[in-house]
C-alpha cells in the first residue's frame, strides 16, 4: 500500500523559505518519478515541480521556476521541497504524489504566505 505523509508548512511573509518534507511507503514509489503538487482555494490542483526516479531531473512550473527545488533522498523514502522568495500567490495547500498520480493521496500541509 502507498501512502504519503507531506510536513513542513506554515505561516510565512512574502520573501521567506520553507522546506516542505514528504516521506512515502510502498517500494514501487522509489521508482517513480515524484511531483509537488498545490492547491490554492477555489483553483484546481496543480503541479509545480517534478523529480525523475533517480533524481537526475528536474522540472518546474514556470510559475515557480528559480524559486523552488525538489530533490529525494531515495534512502530516507523522502521527497522535498526547498521554497525560498516566497510569494502571497504560493499559498496553498502542498500535496506530493507520483507523477503522475499513484494511488491516493496524503493530506498535505498548508502553505500561508502573508504579511
Known amino acids: 500500500q502507498v501512502q504519503f505523509v507531506e510536513s513542513g508548512g506554515g505561516l510565512v511573509q512574502p520573501g521567506g523559505s520553507l522546506r516542505l518534507s514528504c516521506v512515502y511507503s510502498g517500494s514501487i514509489v522509489s521508482h517513480l518519478a515524484m511531483g509537488w503538487y498545490r492547491q490554492a482555494p477555489g483553483k484546481q490542483r496543480e503541479l509545480v515541480a517534478v523529480i525523475t526516479g533517480g533524481g537526475g531531473t528536474t522540472n518546474y512550473a514556470d510559475s515557480v521556476k528559480g524559486r523552488f527545488t525538489i530533490s529525494r533522498d531515495s534512502a530516507k523514502n523522502t521527497v522535498y521541497l526547498q521554497m525560498n522568495s516566497l510569494k502571497p500567490e504560493d499559498t496553498a495547500v502542498y500535496y506530493c504524489?507520483?507523477?503522475?498520480?499513484?494511488?491516493?493521496w496524503g493530506q498535505g500541509t498548508q502553505v500561508t504566505v502573508s504579511s
Open positions: 504524489q507520483g507523477a503522475p498520480p499513484y494511488g491516493s
